[in-house]
């Protein structure tokens, strides 16, 4: 048996900034398992801009954001493991993994989670009509196109304004491909605003909204579509159907946290966004394993991964070199207008405060983040729009926390308009 002080199951931009970070804080005893033929995760195929604004303040491509991450890895001299599949991990943080070497088994002390997330496929949503040859999802189609030449078809529907989706759309539209359309149930756009203009809009895309897909048509290949528009409660209208035709239907339906290590190390996962339940430190319920990325939930912008991911890095080196954190006796809660707030639980004695993340349940706006403890109201925080496809971050303060008595709930309301 292999044994490790930190083992980080993951080689995407959360896996790598996280080794890197616990590394600077004195962790040479780590490796990096990730089961891809090469480091740097789903940004190998996103070949497009929009990258790094944040975190280096300029605009890079997928893969020259991962590159410098890569290269930090190899200059610190971090050891890794490239198509190896980690296929169990138990609560004692025992990990058995394979590759065409064989079988590996690894004690850790500490492990990250950084395994990402996948996309929803067809048997997610009610979608009439039978499975030809040609309904793929987005991501797939990115991959295809980017990293292996293949062009996925001619005609093509999009279902689902997730992001993938959206800047697909464009790909596929310079690539020589005619986008019929973006079909997308809600009433508002999946994905970011900036990838609705740049990636529909600039191209004369449409995008529409409050439809679903009644009929897929085809036998041995897609031949096309039928949408139907829906009402507030998603119910098809009838009468309002409409053919397209096309040879191939995208799915960007949204994505799901990569968690089924995290069910065989028993953490109970959140109930909304489908990733581990943490303490304000990134640590599960499983003293010792640390979670981060978009397994513990769906980030919009991989600046926001890297700066999570750092924090799982640093706090798992605090575990290995100081010993187990204090328990956290303050509980956090989604209140009206909020899908979810992460982490579950605060640890009250932490200096630095916490920081909340959460999504709106709809779209806000001149709002008011409402930040509570029992009937208590402890602060008001102005917001001039809020939308569910941006995940919010509201930084609290350790005096705030200190008032609180054992549940922080965050809410939304919107603020009356004077006539």
Same mark, same amino acid.
């Given at each position: 048996?292999?044994?490790?002080?930190?083992?980080?199951?993951?080689?995407?931009?959360?896996?790598?900034?996280?080794?890197?970070?616990?590394?600077?804080?004195?962790?040479?005893?780590?490796?990096?398992?990730?089961?891809?033929?090469?480091?740097?995760?789903?940004?190998?195929?996103?070949?497009?801009?929009?990258?790094?604004?944040?975190?280096?303040?300029?605009?890079?491509?997928?893969?020259?954001?991962?590159?410098?991450?890569?290269?930090?890895?190899?200059?610190?001299?971090?050891?890794?493991?490239?198509?190896?599949?980690?296929?169990?991990?138990?609560?004692?943080?025992?990990?058995?993994?394979?590759?065409?070497?064989?079988?590996?088994?690894?004690?850790?002390?500490?492990?990250?989670?950084?395994?990402?997330?996948?996309?929803?496929?067809?048997?997610?949503?009610?979608?009439?009509?039978?499975?030809?040859?040609?309904?793929?999802?987005?991501?797939?189609?990115?991959? +295809?196109?980017?990293?292996?030449?293949?062009?996925?078809?001619?005609?093509?529907?999009?279902?689902?304004?997730?992001?993938?989706?959206?800047?697909?759309?464009?790909?596929?539209?310079?690539?020589?491909?005619?986008?019929?359309?973006?079909?997308?149930?809600?009433?508002?756009?999946?994905?970011?605003?900036?990838?609705?203009?740049?990636?529909?809009?600039?191209?004369?895309?449409?995008?529409?909204?409050?439809?679903?897909?009644?009929?897929?048509?085809?036998?041995?290949?897609?031949?096309?579509?039928?949408?139907?528009?829906?009402?507030?409660?998603?119910?098809?209208?009838?009468?309002?159907?409409?053919?397209?035709?096309?040879?191939?239907?995208?799915?960007?339906?949204?994505?799901?946290?990569?968690?089924?290590?995290?069910?065989?190390?028993?953490?109970?996962?959140?109930?909304?966004?489908?990733?581990?339940?943490?303490?304000?430190?990134?640590?599960?319920?499983?003293?010792?394993?640390?979670?981060?990325?978009?397994? +513990?939930?769906?980030?919009?912008?991989?600046?926001?991964?890297?700066?999570?991911?750092?924090?799982?890095?640093?706090?798992?080196?605090?575990?290995?070199?100081?010993?187990?954190?204090?328990?956290?006796?303050?509980?956090?809660?989604?209140?009206?207008?909020?899908?979810?707030?992460?982490?579950?639980?605060?640890?009250?004695?932490?200096?630095?405060?916490?920081?909340?993340?959460?999504?709106?349940?709809?779209?806000?706006?001149?709002?008011?983040?409402?930040?509570?403890?029992?009937?208590?109201?402890?602060?008001?925080?102005?917001?001039?729009?809020?939308?569910?496809?941006?995940?919010?971050?509201?930084?609290?303060?350790?005096?705030?926390?200190?008032?609180?008595?054992?549940?922080?709930?965050?809410?939304?309301?919107?603020?009356?308009?004077?006539?």
């Amino acid at each position: 048996m292999l044994h490790y002080d930190l083992v980080i199951i993951g080689g995407g931009p959360a896996g790598l900034a996280a080794a890197i970070e616990a590394h600077k804080q004195g962790i040479t005893n780590s490796i990096i398992i990730e089961r891809d033929r090469e480091l740097g995760g789903i940004l190998n195929q996103c070949i497009h801009s929009g990258f790094g604004l944040q975190e280096f303040k300029e605009e890079l491509t997928g893969p020259e954001y991962a590159r410098r991450f890569i290269d930090d890895v190899k200059a610190l001299g971090i050891p890794y493991l490239l198509n190896t599949m980690v296929v169990e991990l138990n609560e004692k943080k025992q990990i058995l993994a394979m590759n065409q070497e064989g079988v590996l088994e690894i004690q850790a002390r500490a492990v990250i989670l950084a395994m990402g997330c996948r996309e929803r496929s067809a048997g997610a949503v009610a979608m009439g009509g039978t499975r030809p040859a040609g309904i793929l999802t987005a991501g797939t189609a990115q991959r +295809l196109i980017n990293m292996e030449g293949l062009m996925v078809g001619k005609e093509i529907v999009i279902y689902g304004s997730g992001d993938i989706g959206l800047i697909m759309a464009r790909r596929l539209t310079l690539e020589g491909a005619h986008v019929a359309c973006v079909v997308e149930i809600e009433p508002h756009s999946s994905g970011l605003a900036r990838n609705v203009a740049q990636c529909l809009d600039d191209y004369d895309i449409p995008l529409l909204l409050q439809h679903n897909i009644h009929a897929v048509h085809g036998h041995d290949r897609v031949t096309g579509v039928t949408l139907c528009q829906v009402d507030e409660h998603r119910q098809e209208i009838p009468g309002t159907e409409q053919d397209i035709p096309c040879d191939t239907l995208l799915l960007s339906i949204g994505l799901i946290p990569e968690n089924e290590l995290s069910g065989q190390a028993h953490i109970p996962l959140h109930p909304k966004t489908r990733g581990p339940l943490v303490t304000s430190h990134l640590e599960t319920t499983q003293e010792g394993i640390f979670a981060c990325g978009n397994v +513990l939930h769906v980030h919009d912008i991989v600046d926001y991964v890297t700066r999570e991911s750092r924090e799982a890095g640093r706090n798992a080196a605090h575990y290995l070199l100081d010993g187990a954190f204090a328990h956290t006796t303050l509980e956090t809660k989604a209140g009206d207008g909020i899908a979810y707030v992460l982490p579950s639980t605060i640890d009250t004695e932490d200096a630095t405060g916490a920081s909340l993340s959460f999504r709106p349940t709809k779209k806000f706006t001149q709002a008011e983040l409402v930040l509570s403890s029992g009937d208590t109201v402890l602060a008001r925080f102005p917001r001039r729009v809020l939308v569910p496809s941006q995940m919010g971050n509201l930084p609290v303060k350790p005096s705030l926390l200190a008032m609180a008595e054992g549940t922080l709930t965050l809410s939304v309301c919107e603020k009356e308009v004077k006539a």
